[in-house]
């Protein structure tokens, strides 16, 4: 797979650059989330940080496009690009919830090509092998689908009233959870490079036991981290993420 520097574009972007950070940090959204969710990371990280946040197709400015609806295949897409523009520095890898076994495939497949991030942190995802067989969340009506997503609070009540824009939103989160309920670890069995995981205490989606089984897939070092809060406890909770990330990541950079 060829990268070309307008696919960079389309897919990452970089809110605050900054040229002379000593390490990245690629952001994966969750299911149905876009690049902006990770705007005020990269606001708080700049300039000792550079955040890269990833736009999948289907969404926002790419709502037109196709949405992908495999994990695996996101990775494939992604891993051009990164290897194309973004190992010049240390780069470290966030995802949260469906954006977690995102961070995990594609952390992988740059350790295959001799470039392992220097952290990757998985938030609010179960260890990707502590999947489960009854997730039919993509299969069901949208009344059903939009209750789960109410559930989770992952999205702002004031968009579910309208309905034009749950017209253009809906089959985005649909793929979504298509791609993060299907999504079955084939090619990627352990990592090499640090994992943290990061989940809320009450996350419906995360039981602590499945999220601590992260420390399965590394034979690098593991550490965990439980915040207040559900699902989306990183919104709550950003501050003392966000430090807790700054910290990680100037250690991990010193030690290169």
């Known amino acids: 797979m060829t990268a070309h520097s307008g ?9 605050h650059p900054a040229p002379d950070s000593e390490v990245r940090l690629l952001c994966l959204p969750h299911a149905g989330g876009s690049a902006s969710f990770y705007f005020p990371v990269s606001q ?19 709502r037109l496009e196709p949405c992908v609806e495999s994990i695996p295949e996101l990775a494939d897409h992604l891993l051009p690009l990164v290897l194309d523009g973004f190992t010049d520095r ?10 977690a076994s995102l961070a995990f495939e594609l952390a992988g ?46 999205t702002d009540t004031r968009v579910l009233g309208d309905d034009e824009v749950l017209r253009m939103v809906l089959p985005a989160i649909r793929s979504d959870y ?5 999504y ?14 990061v989940v809320g205490d009450s996350d419906p989606k995360a039981p602590l036991d499945d999220v601590r089984a992260w420390q399965e897939h590394t034979t690098g070092e593991f550490s965990m ?18 430090q807790r990330i700054a910290d990680t990541l100037s250690g991990a950079a010193a030690d290169r």
Do not use: N
Not at 134 to 154: C, N, S, W, Y
């Open 90 to 99: 240390p780069l470290a890898v966030f995802g949260h919830s469906m954006g």
């Open 7 to 15: 696919d960079t574009d389309q897919w990452i972007r970089r809110y």
């Open 44 to 62: 708080a990280l700049a300039p000792r940080v550079e955040v890269l946040s990833v736009q999948y197709p289907g969404r926002q400015d790419r």
């Open 109 to 154: 497949l740059l350790e295959q090509a001799g470039v392992a991030p220097v952290m990757v942190f998985a938030s609010g995802r179960r260890a990707p092998s502590r999947f489960r067989v009854e997730e039919d969340v993509h299969t069901r009506g949208d009344e059903a689908l939009l209750d789960e997503i109410k559930r989770l609070a992952g």
């Open 225 to 242: 981290e439980v915040y207040p809060g559900g699902h989306f406890y990183l919104t709550d909770q950003a501050p003392r993420l966000i």
């Open 178 to 182: 298509r791609a993060a309920e299907l």
């Open 184 to 197: 079955r670890p084939q090619r990627i069995r352990r990592l090499s490079c640090p994992v943290t995981a």
